[in-house]
């Protein structure tokens, strides 16, 4: 059973720094394990935002490539989601998410941004 906590969120003022952290427990095939994150705004549908297949492997949404950047530490079993130069409309809960034998999803952790 994968077990997802996500850590990180907070408030930030538009162009500022964030970086979230999704840890990962209960398995040994980490490495093997695309991880996505996922936001959910109030009123809104979760949104995919960005994905790691491997170390070298991402992909992003259009809303945040060339903002966001996704990254894994595979030792530590840990992905993260750097986000730089926030704007207001990237305010959500951030989940983490795997999908293999199922779908895993951590607790969510919330992302204000505000000035």
């Known amino acids: 059973q994968v077990q997802l906590v996500e850590s990180g969120g907070g408030f930030v003022q538009p162009g500022g720094l964030l970086r979230l952290s999704c840890a990962a427990s209960?398995?040994?095939?980490?490495?093997?394990?695309?991880v996505n994150w996922y936001r959910q705004a109030p009123g809104k549908q979760r949104e995919w935002v960005a994905a790691?297949?491997?170390?070298?492997?991402?992909k992003y949404a259009d809303s945040v490539k060339g903002r966001f950047t996704i990254s894994r530490d595979n030792a530590k079993k840990i992905v993260f989601l750097q986000m730089n130069s926030p704007k207001a409309e990237d305010t959500a809960v951030y989940y983490c998410n795997v999908a293999y034998h199922g779908q895993y999803w951590g607790q969510g952790t919330q992302v204000t941004v505000s000035s």
């Open positions: 790691i297949l491997s170390t070298t492997i991402t």
């Open positions: 209960g398995t040994s095939l980490f490495i093997s394990y695309t």
